[in-house]
């Protein structure tokens, strides 16, 4: 392992373990499509060209200096092109979105509870994936393809962000797989959206049965041989800030804590991607587990800081759109302004409030300047 490398790495395993690092580690959060138009390349063309992602990873790793590699990548649309997927779909520019979709009718709840699996193999698949949706040997053999796609893309992918470290100096992949709080799954690819907002109040009985059903899968979604504190199971959480608080404590939290203290019970450690305003459930985050990492995309810092900070990990909450309009030293002063509140005794990484999706989202040169400044400012 190159010294530097090494270094680097023990940033995050110090947060890891509980002790103030030398400095705040810095994590820049880009999905491929942003480095893809970095690179001025056609997004409809290069989605598909799988062995040029390591070129891409390179580039970002050259270019932005995130003390991890900086680029996500999670959705393979030559993979989704095998199942004829409509929940992940190609837009006309090239980035890959998630319609509205409903694979789930209203009156088949109970056909859910009672069998997870089934359910999804003979009815869920099949509607969200239509290529799936044959006979037995054909729907088999699609499967399989996708599966052979997903595994040679993936290991390609994993193969080189671990070079990475060794090449650039930068600490070895922090995600190690990823699962889905079992209410967001129902809302995300059952029913959706708008179906599941009806749903609590229709059928809310069976939204919790169904929310407990489903949670053994997550669990094991979650969990694999290498999961550990530095291999971390990444969830994005979705529906909560648009509950009402007794919808939350009866709908949502009680399998989502179930679901985090499994993991950390199989050494499974999480790191939360807490999207939209979490502020009225701050006081529930700070009863998981100490040390779940907590990305969070808005809420007033300070109050974060005091409510979850001594006990959890915190990162993101510095704003994309101003990385996308500000000037140098507004981004410079904003980085400060959040370093100063956030890294006082530990607990923390830095990072945007959300993903770079397209180039407009954010200026690279200003990227390059934040992650500049924070990693010679932000010393302890």
């Not at 649309?77 to 409509?86: C, K, W």
């Not at 869920?124 to 054909?138: E, F, H, I, M």
């Not at 959206?193 to 899968?217: H, T």
Request: hydrophobic share 40%; charged share 25%; with cysteine.
């Amino acid at each position: 392992m190159l010294e530097q490398t090494k270094e680097t790495h023990q940033l995050f395993v110090d947060i890891d373990e509980g002790r103030i690092p030398k400095r705040v580690p810095v994590h820049t959060w880009l999905d491929i499509s942003y480095v893809i138009q970095y690179a001025g390349m056609d997004m409809r063309r290069a989605n598909w060209d799988v062995e040029n992602f390591k070129n891409l990873f390179d580039l970002s790793a050259k270019t932005f200096k995130s003390d991890i590699n900086a680029v996500d990548i999670t959705r393979f649309i030559p993979v989704y092109n095998i199942l004829g997927a409509v929940n992940f779909v190609m837009g006309s520019s090239g980035q890959i979105q998630h319609p509205e979709v409903k694979g789930m009718e209203a009156d088949e709840y109970e056909e859910l509870i009672a069998d997870p699996y089934k359910f999804i193999h003979d009815k869920l698949l099949p509607r969200l994936y239509k290529k799936l949706d044959t006979n037995p040997a054909q729907r088999a053999m699609v499967f399989s393809k996708a599966m052979k796609a997903h595994s040679d893309i993936f290991g390609h992918i994993i193969a080189h962000q671990d070079s990475l470290a060794e090449k650039y100096g930068i600490a070895y992949e922090r995600v190690g797989c990823q699962t889905v709080a079992p209410f967001d799954l129902i809302a995300d690819q059952f029913r959706g959206f708008r179906e599941m907002s009806k749903d609590i109040r229709r059928y809310p009985d069976q939204v919790v049965r169904a929310c407990e059903a489903v949670l053994p899968m997550l669990i094991k979604a979650g969990i694999k041989p290498h999961s550990s504190r530095q291999k971390r199971t990444f969830m994005p959480l979705h529906m909560a800030p648009y509950l009402r608080l007794s919808d939350f404590e009866k709908f949502y939290w009680p399998t989502f804590k179930k679901l985090i203290e499994a993991l950390w019970a199989a050494g499974a450690v999480p790191l939360l991607f807490v999207e939209q305003d979490w502020t009225r459930f701050l006081d529930y985050l700070n009863e998981l587990p100490a040390g779940t990492q907590m990305m969070f995309e808005y809420g007033d810092p300070k109050v974060i800081k005091e409510k979850v900070g001594k006990k959890h990990i915190i990162s993101g909450l510095y704003p994309l759109t101003l990385l996308s309009k500000g000037t140098k030293q507004e981004c410079i002063d904003k980085a400060k302004e959040l370093v100063d509140i956030l890294a006082p005794g530990g607990n923390y990484i830095f990072s945007f409030d959300k993903i770079a999706l397209n180039l407009n989202d954010a200026n690279p040169e200003n990227i390059i300047a934040v992650n500049e400044f924070v990693r010679e400012y932000a010393v302890y």
